[in-house]
């Protein structure tokens, strides 16, 4: 199916555990992004990509990893986690900076404990 | 740094009514914004999309204006149904402060909209 797909919805994991989420999109968008969504922060950009092998950090980047190699897959890793990291986080793409719209998709619920 | 205030926080209205969310925002220097509906539990789906040179865009019974020297927008909602309740997010795009080739899209807090039956 064309689209942005996550993975996986839901996660559990404990503290100090190193933790990937997926995202994968099927349009060939040359941007893609992560965020978190938080209670009273609302959606806050984690990193971005612009393109395969070209990524740059958002506003709240501390504790995370991404990497794209592929234009359609832009992965995120926890490399020890926290539980201030828990929290839904949305991967999202788009075709352009300015012209036109983000997608985003539908999000995977991660708890640390 | 751009901010983005939706108000109200929380609505509730019988369905049917017209209804009004509001979006402002602090740096006028945007490039476009985007309504989204939140669901429970789910992703953001894009409702409406304005181009900093479009005053309003329109998609069946909803009507978003832009307002871009005032740094507002508004979403208008004709005859509400249950359906349509969820959480209404407003998100500006700008270039990034730190310079470079880089935008940034700043999310509202939400209006978490209720149409009462």
């Known amino acids: 199916d064309a689209g942005i797909t996550q993975s996986p919805r839901y996660k559990i994991t404990e503290t100090g555990r190193q933790v990937t989420l997926m995202c994968h999109q099927t349009w060939s968008h040359s941007y893609m992004f992560w965020y978190r969504q938080d209670l009273g922060h609302g959606l806050r950009l984690i990193y971005y990509?612009?393109?395969?092998?070209?990524?740059d950090k958002g506003e709240v980047p501390d504790g995370y990893v991404v990497s794209r190699s592929k234009t359609e897959n832009f992965p995120l890793t926890l490399e020890s986690a926290t539980r201030s990291q828990t929290s839904v986080y949305f991967c999202a793409s788009s075709g352009g900076w300015t012209g036109v719209g983000y997608t985003f998709g539908s999000g995977t619920r991660l708890t640390v404990v | 740094k751009q901010e983005v205030t939706q108000i109200p926080a929380a609505l509730s209205v019988p369905e049917g009514e017209n209804l009004v969310l509001n979006c402002s925002f602090t740096d006028s220097a945007i490039y476009n914004l985007q309504w989204f509906r939140q669901d429970p539990g789910k992703g953001l789906t894009s409702l409406l999309l304005?181009?900093?040179?479009?005053r309003e865009q329109t998609s069946g019974r909803l009507n978003a204006s832009l307002d871009k020297s005032s740094g507002r927008s508004t979403l208008y909602i004709a005859a509400s149904q249950p359906g349509d309740s969820a959480t209404y997010l407003c998100a500006v795009l700008r270039r990034g402060y730190s310079g470079g080739s880089n935008y940034k899209l700043t999310f509202g807090k939400g209006t978490l909209l209720t149409v009462n039956p």
């Open positions: 990509s612009a393109a395969a092998d070209i990524t």
């Open positions: 304005i181009q900093s040179s479009q």
